[in-house]
């Protein structure tokens, strides 16, 4: 009877000793690893090059920027000041311009086909010109704020302040989906503002990136898949103007524009004297 409880007892501390087994490796995993995900990889980040500066309107609060046939068109916010215009790149100068009503806060432009679409920050409404003769065409209205606005040639991609980017039926203006825009830390890229398709990506000012709650880095372009709505790494731009954004905290970077032709590109800011073409130059090691 003695020895029948001996081996019982040792019968009961192997099966214990194997149920913890069997719990430590479900924890770590069939090859021992840890189950906890790893840490993101860091994203690229690419510098620029100046490579021309041109005279840029100090008085013009870009909400949005595009280039067509050789010239630039921006729009410019504020209430009383906000407008549609197409300028010079060499000069400056204003070739032509159409204002929205004192009580509209212009943001972003997006060209598709022969219109250009053109938000309002919170009125609600969109505007859409001939891009010949800037006569407008129609209006559509929409849910929520407008701050940027570009296209791929079949969708409008459109951006609310937050981090989502709604994808737009260019006739209805209605969207057809919704993408996420994650930060590597896995919180929400909020604040995304004027937005630029180059090369099968989507490009976006990220309004006041320098705040610690919204990136914490300066002047930072982020690169957007517009498939899925996931970063591909970002555009370091800090201290391109830095006497701009001296004379006033508002005078963040807004505004990317791309010539496809000749792989250019403009940027500028909230009424910046300069816009830059810039080279856009390999992450560092």
Aim: one cysteine or more; proline letters at 5%; charged letters at 25%.
């Amino acid at each position: 009877m003695r020895l029948f409880l001996i081996i019982f007892a040792f019968a009961i501390a192997l099966g214990c000793s194997d149920a913890a087994s069997t719990r430590e490796a479900n924890v770590s995993g069939s090859n021992g690893s840890s189950s906890v995900p790893a840490k993101a990889a860091a994203l690229p980040v690419y510098g620029y090059e100046i490579v021309n500066t041109y005279p840029h309107d100090p008085q013009a609060f870009t909400q949005g920027l595009l280039f067509h046939d050789g010239f630039l068109y921006e729009s410019t916010g504020e209430f009383g000041h906000s407008s549609l215009r197409k300028v010079e790149i060499d000069s400056g100068k204003v070739l032509n311009k159409i204002d929205m009503p004192s009580d509209k806060f212009a943001e972003g432009i997006t060209l598709f086909g022969d219109k250009i679409y053109q938000l309002s920050w919170r009125e609600g409404i969109a505007r859409v010109y001939d891009i010949k003769d800037f006569r407008l065409i129609r209006e559509f209205n929409y849910q929520g704020e407008g701050w940027g606005i570009t296209t791929d040639g079949t969708n409008l991609f459109m951006t609310d302040r937050t981090h989502i980017m709604r994808v737009l039926n260019p006739d209805t203006f209605r969207s057809t989906k919704m993408l996420a825009v994650m930060r590597e830390d896995g919180k929400p890229l909020m604040q995304i503002n004027e937005l630029e398709y180059v090369k099968g990506e989507i490009w976006a000012n990220i309004w006041h990136s320098e705040d610690p709650e919204i990136l914490g880095k300066p002047n930072h372009i982020a690169r957007i898949d517009p498939a899925t709505g996931k970063l591909t790494g970002w555009i370091n731009l800090d201290g391109i103007s830095p006497e701009d954004e001296r004379r006033d905290i508002e005078n963040t970077l807004n505004g990317i524009a791309y010539d496809p032709a000749s792989e250019r590109i403009f940027v500028t800011g909230k009424k910046w004297k300069k816009l830059y073409e810039i080279r856009i130059t390999p992450p560092k090691a």
